[in-house]
């Protein structure tokens, strides 16, 4: 596999349906393909991370589990797609209280990408996230 930026589009998944310890697995998917992609030398690239882990951790945690993980890149933009097993929308919690654990994710979901929503297919969902390729490439704060 070629280490650059992607020429064209590209698309990696990852199966995770039974597979113990997903979320790390997640992460060590997506820091694999930000290194292939040249993409992992910014700031930008530990967001990524941290928005992979909230993803697949919400998904494991109030959708039945994560069924895949599912990375696309091309020239201008990551479109990372997070599939879970419930069609129920995501639900934002009203804003986190200080010093109590929880209800961030979608927060940070929000907060770390450029754009962001859920689409529903048969008896599952897929909550996705989008990064500009810019701010891979040079770091740059999501446009908020």
Not at 79 to 96: L, N, S, W, Y
């Amino acid at each position: 596999m070629s280490v650059g930026p992607p020429s064209g589009r590209q698309r990696r998944r990852l199966a995770l349906v039974g597979v113990p310890g997903a979320v790390a697995r997640g992460r060590d998917f997506t820091r694999q393909a930000l290194r292939d992609w040249g993409w992992d030398k910014t700031e930008t690239s530990e967001d990524i991370l941290l928005l992979v882990s909230e993803l697949l951790t919400n998904a494991s945690l109030h959708a039945n589990g994560c069924r895949e993980l599912v990375l696309t890149a091309d020239e201008t933009s990551l479109h990372v797609e997070v599939h879970d097993g419930t069609t129920a929308p995501p639900v934002r919690h009203p804003a986190p209280q200080r010093g109590v654990p929880g209800g961030r994710g979608l927060y940070i979901v929000e907060r770390l990408s450029d754009r962001w929503g859920t689409h529903t297919y048969g008896t599952g969902k897929a909550v996705w996230a989008e990064i500009a390729a810019s701010r891979l490439q040079f770091g740059m704060a999501a446009g908020r």
